[in-house]
């Protein structure tokens, strides 16, 4: 076995959220895919660290990889590799874990706790993803597009390609992604939408179940599966009161008026670190 674990993309957002709750041995071993990069510097709270561009010796030394960003300049360096790539970007061929785009992950999740509660039988959910999910290029755009319209200036669409800043979009980029990921049982019908915000995932949930729901044991059993639930007089949760937070958070959790046997859910999440989490657990079980 290799005497670390490679990070590819460790610059990156997700990167950095990454080594934030990478707690296990071997080490990690930092890296850039970023094209024509010989090193990068990537910012964490104690220092600045110099991130090289990933090399044969890195990929030789490797237990097991994880691909955070810049996905197919790796896959072009990872074609001889033997030890296992955990991708996060999509653009790794046949990964050994694929980590699903953070709407797919949650509520997969989250289906998997209401299925102990009671039989699902269908779901439908309507999400708002954040502009981190695209990286700093993403971040980047919204805040220029904010400056650019209250400064009455043309704005950057590279990202977005409509204005995303004080604006929702019906539709975000990565509908298609969060959709291929969620299983098809119970049925899911899924929209993810682009919300004006820099951080943080919000989801509206209804779910159906087999019988009548009692929204008290159905709030105690999310209670008992560990989820974070703000019931009574606790606010629901937002995107911004979650950032940090592992799993996810529930609240505004109520009986639907016309089917008794539905409920209506508000979910929040951090977006990296759902991700980052999955991917560190998927590098712990392959070693």
């Known amino acids: 076995m290799g005497s670390s674990i ?23 071993q930092l890296a850039t895919a970023a094209l024509d990069a010989t090193a990068v510097f990537a910012a964490s709270e104690e220092e600045i660290e110099v991130v090289a561009a990933v090399d044969a010796e890195m990929i030789a030394d490797a237990a097991a ?3 955070a960003a810049n996905g197919e300049a790796a896959r072009e360096k990872l074609v001889d590799c033997t030890a296992p790539v955990i991708d996060l970007t999509g653009g790794i061929d046949k990964p050994a874990r694929a980590i699903p785009h953070a709407t797919a992950a949650l509520l997969t999740e989250f289906i998997e706790h209401v299925q102990a509660y009671d039989g699902v ?9 954040p502009a981190s999910e695209y990286g700093r290029a993403g971040i980047n755009e919204l805040q220029k597009q904010t400056v650019a319209l209250l400064s009455f200036k043309p ?13 929702f979009l019906a539709v975000a980029k990565s509908q298609e992604d969060a959709r291929r990921a969620l299983g098809t049982s119970p049925p899911v019908s899924l929209r993810v939408a682009q919300a004006p915000v820099f951080h943080g995932l919000s989801v509206s949930v209804w779910v159906e179940f087999a019988s009548r729901v009692s929204v008290p044991k159905l709030i105690e059993h999310l209670k008992e599966e560990g989820v974070d639930v703000r019931d009574g ?5 937002d995107n911004t009161g979650v950032a940090g937070m592992s799993g996810y958070a529930a609240g505004a959790i109520e009986r639907d008026a016309t089917n008794g046997n539905a409920a209506w859910l508000w979910l929040a999440a951090d ?6 989490e999955l991917a560190v657990d998927a590098a712990r079980e392959l070693l």
């Open 65 to 67: 990889i994880i691909v």
């Open 121 to 129: 039988t269908r779901v439908i959910a309507t999400a708002f993803v």
């Open 233 to 237: 007089d606790l606010d629901p949760p």
């Open 155 to 167: 704005m950057p669409k590279e990202i977005f390609d409509a204005q995303s800043a004080f604006n």
């Open 271 to 276: 977006n990296l670190r759902l991700r980052a």
């Open 6 to 28: 490679l990070l590819i993309g460790a610059d990156s957002l997700l990167g950095k959220e990454i080594r934030d709750v990478y707690h296990l041995a071997p080490r990690l």
